[in-house]
T-cell receptor
Framework: GQNIDQPTEMTATEGAIVQINCTYQ??????LFWYQQHAGEAPTFLSY????GLEEKGRFSSFLSRSKGYSYLLLKELQMKDSASYLC????????????FGGGTRLMVKP | DAGITQSPRHKVTETGTPVTLRCHQT?????MYWYRQDPGHGLRLIHY???????DKGEVSDGYSVSRSKTEDFLLTLESATSSQTSVYFC?????????????FGPGTRLTVT
């Protein structure tokens, strides 16, 4: 089986930087995804990591360390519209390459 | 945006009644998925399909069945709804289940079983 842990809630200030962590345990790691989900809406894709290191995409970056079973999503220059839940999902090739999602981190951005 | 729709968007039904949710895509993607999302549990996979008439179980498949008779449609059926199946149901599609191919999600169906 898999175990994916993320903090339940975080609060940050507009214009600041926030780091959302995700730790996982899986037998056949084959990629990690981050999704954003605004309240009442569908999740939307943010980033994908399969090799160690940092992937940067505008204000958002995602980091992966396979040896530590650890990833983080870094959000810079926070805006009010970044208030949402952020979902970490791991693909396991011992589970038919299906995604297993963490419980999500609800981020509240305050003025 | 990926062309993926779900119907109905909201439904209230009574315990013991059958319910069918529909997912429709216009992207011709091979893979289709049904998830449920509940507070404290995140998204959990119910069933998925890797082609017409090819389906498999996910993590929480008990009480659910699926069918895919056409590439574009994936149906989720609750044969006899129970209150524990009150949830938000998301359909997702992807071109592949490997590499960087992400899943695109539909708008969701909020189901309440009374």
């Amino acid at each position: 089986g898999q175990n994916i842990d993320q903090p339940t809630e975080m609060t940050a200030t507009e214009g600041a930087i926030v780091q959302i962590n995700c730790t996982y345990q899986t037998s056949g790691f084959n990629g990690l995804f981050w999704y954003q989900q605004h309240a009442g809406e569908a999740p939307t894709f943010l980033s994908y990591n399969v090799l160690d290191g940092l992937e940067e995409k505008g204000r958002f970056s995602s980091f992966l360390s396979r040896s530590k079973g650890y990833s983080y999503l870094l959000l810079k220059e926070l805006q009010m519209k970044d208030s949402a839940s952020y979902l970490c999902a791991v693909r396991d090739d011992n589970a038919g390459n299906m995604l297993t999602f963490g419980g999500g981190t609800r981020l509240m951005v305050k003025p | 945006d990926a062309g993926i729709t779900q119907s109905p968007r909201h439904k209230v039904t009574e315990t013991g009644t059958p319910v069918t949710l529909r997912c429709h895509q216009t992207e011709n993607h091979r893979y289709m998925y049904w998830y449920r999302q509940d507070p404290g549990h995140g998204l959990r996979l119910i069933h998925y399909s890797y082609g017409v008439k090819d389906t498999d179980k996910g993590e929480v498949s008990d009480g659910y069945s699926v069918s895919r008779s056409k590439t574009e449609d994936f149906l989720l059926t609750l044969e006899s709804a129970t209150s524990s199946q009150t949830s938000v149901y998301f359909c997702a599609i992807s071109e592949s289940a490997t590499g960087s191919y992400e899943q695109y999600f539909g708008p969701g169906t909020r189901l309440t079983v009374t």
